[in-house]
């Protein structure tokens, strides 16, 4: 087996703070997500990446930033923190294809912009 | 587009009550489908996965059975347990989505004594 370690567990921002959230994975999987998760809205894919140094948009990807650095670490960055923005942001890692395959979640961040 | 519709926010039973929570769906290829849980301060972790031969997927009690004439896939469970109480998530995968899954809003399962 394998895990999905994201840190921090809590992030405590400023308005118009960069914040940097980290994502570390041992499943040996080629393909990493982030999702941000609101209540009453689901999962909304912000950035995935299918191999290192790829990074592909989400849905959500305005006002973020992602860098794969290695196969191993996905890491999302909120350009400019909102005022009053609460959320949790949920790594998950799966093997590249095909589309059968589950997507693996760590614990989340969660994200309080003062 | 591929679109997933859970249709109740939330749903609260009493337990040893019959559980079903709604999934339906839109694709243009044959889709995977999905259902995801999440305790509460804990990760979502995959519950139940569509298979492609039509076998009805099981798992801690709970089944689904894909349904393309209708677009469904519904959860369900004989009986309801004070552990079930999490948030549910169906999703589907296919030719069009790639790599990405499409999630429903969720479900909030509350069962009370």
């Known amino acids: 087996g394998g895990i999905i370690t994201q840190t921090p567990k809590f992030l405590i921002g400023q308005e118009g703070q960069k914040l940097t959230l980290k994502c570390q994975q041992n499943?040996?999987?080629?393909?990493m997500y982030w999702y941000r998760q609101d209540s009453g809205k689901g999962l909304r894919l912000i950035y995935y990446?299918?191999?290192?140094?790829?990074?592909q948009k989400g849905d959500l990807s305005e006002g973020y930033d992602a860098s794969r650095e290695k196969k191993s670490s996905f890491s999302l960055t909120v350009t400019s923190a909102q005022k009053n923005e609460m959320a949790v942001f949920l790594c998950?890692?799966?093997?590249?294809?095909?589309?059968?395959?589950?997507?693996?979640f760590g614990p989340g961040t969660r994200l309080t912009v003062l | 587009g591929d679109s997933v519709t859970q249709t109740e926010g939330l749903v609260t039973l009493t337990e040893g009550l019959p559980v079903m929570l709604n999934c339906t769906y839109q694709?243009?290829?044959?889709?995977?489908l999905f259902w995801y849980v999440q305790h509460l301060n804990e990760a979502p972790k995959l519950l139940l996965k569509?298979?492609?031969?039509?076998k009805r997927p099981e798992h801690q009690g709970f089944h689904a059975t894909l349904h393309k004439s209708s677009s469904s896939f519904h959860l369900q469970k004989s009986s309801a347990q004070l552990s079930d109480s999490a948030l549910y998530y169906c999703?589907?995968?296919?030719?069009?989505?790639?790599?990405?899954?499409?999630f429903g809003i969720g479900t909030l399962l509350s069962v009370k004594p």
């Open positions: 999703a589907l995968s296919d030719r069009c989505s790639g790599n990405k899954l499409i």
């Open positions: 990446s299918i191999t290192e140094n790829d990074l």
């Open positions: 998950a890692s799966s093997p590249r294809t095909p589309s059968s395959y589950e997507q693996y």
């Open positions: 569509s298979f492609t031969d039509n």
């Open positions: 499943f040996n999987h080629d393909t």
């Open positions: 694709s243009t290829y044959s889709p995977f």
